[in-house]
């Protein structure tokens, strides 16, 4: 079934360790995200890839980084984890970005607590 | 700032007593309007797109209109499955970043 994967599902992480949420899409679209939803703050956006080799900032970037190697990865790194960014991830992804082919598709999510 | 607000917050109904959402932004330059719902521990799932005030769309029992500071989500003889938190979220003329409201939570009881 055609969608987006991320693994893992969900995860338990001392603070101060480094953490790469894995996504996978297979619609290969060209945009991707990465956002975090927490209670009373909404979904907000971390960082974006319009293409494959090309990423930007969004609203909260501190504290995270992304690479876009091919189409169909976007793997997000915690470089060195914090209490804070327990949170619950997801990652979307739209056949382009901007234009009407811009609605993004999310993925189940990744659970994230930081101790 | 551009916001988007959704109310209420939460909503109970009963099966079959129809009622509306609502979605108000306050952007420069709105390029799309989103609604989303979404399960508990699930990713959220595209429902509409509307782009320009005046527009609606259907799909079952929800109707989603658009003017130009607000969208309402319309929920006709809604039915327990249709119990979800339903999202929306704007998209800016200047990017395809979306800035998304902070949800209704609404409870259908049979």
């Known amino acids: 079934i055609a969608g987006i994967t991320q693994a893992p599902t969900s995860q338990i992480l001392a603070a101060g360790r480094r953490m790469t949420l894995r996504c996978t899409q297979d619609m290969r679209h060209n945009a991707m995200y990465w956002y975090r939803q927490d209670l009373g703050l909404g979904l907000r956006l971390i960082h974006y890839?319009?293409?494959?080799?090309?990423?930007g900032k969004g609203e909260v970037p501190d504290g995270y980084s992304v690479s876009r190697a091919n189409t169909d990865d976007f793997p997000l790194t915690l470089a060195s984890a914090v209490p804070s960014q327990t949170s619950v991830y997801f990652c979307a992804s739209s056949e382009e970005a901007g234009g009407a082919q811009e609605t993004q598709y999310f993925g189940p999510g990744t659970r994230l607590l930081v101790l | 700032e551009d916001q988007v607000t959704q109310s209420p917050e939460a909503l109970r109904l009963q099966e079959g007593e129809s009622s509306s959402l609502n979605c108000s932004y306050t952007?420069?330059?709105?390029?799309?309007l989103f609604w989303y719902r979404q399960d508990p521990g699930k990713g959220p799932e595209f429902l509409f797109t509307?782009?320009?005030a005046g527009e609606e769309k259907e799909k079952e029992r929800l109707k989603a209109t658009l003017t130009k500071k607000e969208s309402f989500l319309h929920i006709t003889a809604p039915k327990p499955e249709d119990s979800a938190t339903y999202l929306c979220?704007?998209?800016?003329?200047?990017?395809?970043?979306?800035?998304f409201g902070g949800g209704t939570r609404l409870m259908v009881k049979p």
């Open positions: 979220a704007v998209e800016m003329n200047a990017g395809n970043m979306l800035t």
């Open positions: 509307l782009y320009s």
């Open positions: 952007v420069s330059g709105l390029r799309g």
């Open positions: 890839s319009n293409t494959a080799g090309t990423t």
